[in-house]
């Protein structure tokens, strides 16, 4: 901690002065493109390592998709790379990008930074220098956790965010296929849950939890508020789930946050919709306890909204005392505000962290009662 806290912290990109081509044709490079598009910055086109996987893909239809043997020496010479790809350790790749030619280099996420007011998405912030209030917050956090493992995530992040450095530990392996669904969690499932998902997307992790749990659960409620990912959640259940399973699960269009408040909904961006005052719609936000519900499993990933979501949600915490998956990377937050909060507010818990993914992303703060 004090090694990252003397080092000059790194800093934010301020403008995009080369022409831009992405790399990764996956689902990040598809939001990479959806975003790009939206906010006006055109980009040359897509390398892919797979690139024949997306001939036919229409999300990329009119947009090239190149092997990088077909990349010319002067577009890697002269061209900003954007990595679109968060679920490898990113110092490797960038090596290999190096060895082959490529000059400037950076996580997609991190250009991000220069459009913040054009659009919300905001998961390469930067944390800038750490005043002595973060680093109380911080050692309070990290004494805070109930292994090494959490501890040392809890680190990676913070030198990604304040240093851009990845630090990797061997005896703490960022894992990509387990996110909210650790054995810590998994562990504690009796087969009776009630999971109430806020901020459902498309449905997957109600899918990924009903398939663990082998269809023993007493109720899953997914909160979705964003029409688009509604009808595609529709679609996935409807899919998934037999009809005698799909009456124990109820689906609700509203917005979560600490209570009622008028707010301005950023709608129709994928996983990136969210509370923002860049949003034309309308809503009006309610409060975890606003539902009475009485979930025995809750995760929330609602784009750095998540303390409000839990603040909102003390009262329903406290009463059913609920196994906690929050998403933390969003934000400044995740350094020592949403983890000290979730300790101070929920005693008798243990608490761990994870990352699944990398450049600072796919950390889940995990809150498991003791039972």
């Given at each position: ?64 998709v190149l092997s990088p043997s077909e990349v010319s020496n002067s577009d890697k010479k002269n061209s900003l790379l954007a990595v679109c790809i968060s679920t490898i ?170 209570g009622r408040c008028s707010e301005h909904f950023f709608e129709g961006h994928g996983y990136t919709s969210q509370l923002s005052s860049l949003g034309e719609k309308g809503v009006v ?87």
């Amino acid at each position: 901690m004090k090694e990252i806290a003397a080092e000059v912290p790194a800093a934010p990109w301020r403008e995009l002065d080369r022409p831009l081509i992405l790399y990764g044709a996956g689902n990040l490079g598809k939001m990479a493109g959806k975003y790009l598009r939206f906010i006006g910055i055109p980009f040359l086109y897509v390398v892919d390592a797979n690139s024949k996987m997306y001939e036919n893909d229409i999300e990329w239809s009119g947009i090239p998709v190149l092997s990088p043997s077909e990349v010319s020496n002067s577009d890697k010479k002269n061209s900003l790379l954007a990595v679109c790809i968060s679920t490898i350790p990113f110092n490797p790749l960038f090596q290999s990008l190096q060895a082959q030619g490529w000059e400037c280099i950076v996580p997609f996420y991190d250009i991000t930074e220069v459009f913040q007011g054009r659009h919300p998405l905001k998961n390469g912030w930067f944390s800038g220098a750490l005043t002595d209030k973060d680093m109380r917050g911080t050692n309070e956090a990290l004494s805070g956790w109930a292994d090494d493992i959490s501890r040392a995530h809890h680190l990676q992040f913070l030198a990604w965010r304040c240093l851009r450095q990845e630090w990797v530990f061997a005896d703490a392996p960022v894992t990509t296929a387990d996110r909210y669904f650790i054995p810590q969690v998994v562990g504690q499932f009796t087969g009776n849950e009630s999971f109430l998902d806020i901020g459902a997307h498309h449905g997957e992790v109600c899918v990924s939890f009903a398939d663990i749990v082998h269809g023993r659960f007493k109720s899953i409620v997914a909160v979705e508020p964003d029409s688009q990912n509604l009808t595609e959640l529709s679609k996935v259940f409807l899919k998934h789930f037999p009809d005698s399973v799909r009456g124990r699960i109820n689906v609700l269009d509203v917005v979560i946050s600490d209570g009622r408040c008028s707010e301005h909904f950023f709608e129709g961006h994928g996983y990136t919709s969210q509370l923002s005052s860049l949003g034309e719609k309308g809503v009006v936000t309610v409060s975890i306890d606003d539902l009475q519900l009485s979930p025995t499993f809750l995760k929330v990933h609602v784009e750095g909204w998540e303390l409000f979501a839990l603040r909102g949600g003390l009262n329903t915490l406290r009463r059913c005392r609920p196994i906690v998956a929050i998403t933390a990377y969003h934000n400044r937050q995740g350094i020592w505000e949403l983890p000290v909060w979730c300790m101070n507010s929920l005693p008798n818990y243990r608490f761990f962290t994870r990352m699944h993914g990398w450049c600072g992303t796919g950390l889940v703060i995990y809150a498991l009662p003791d039972r």
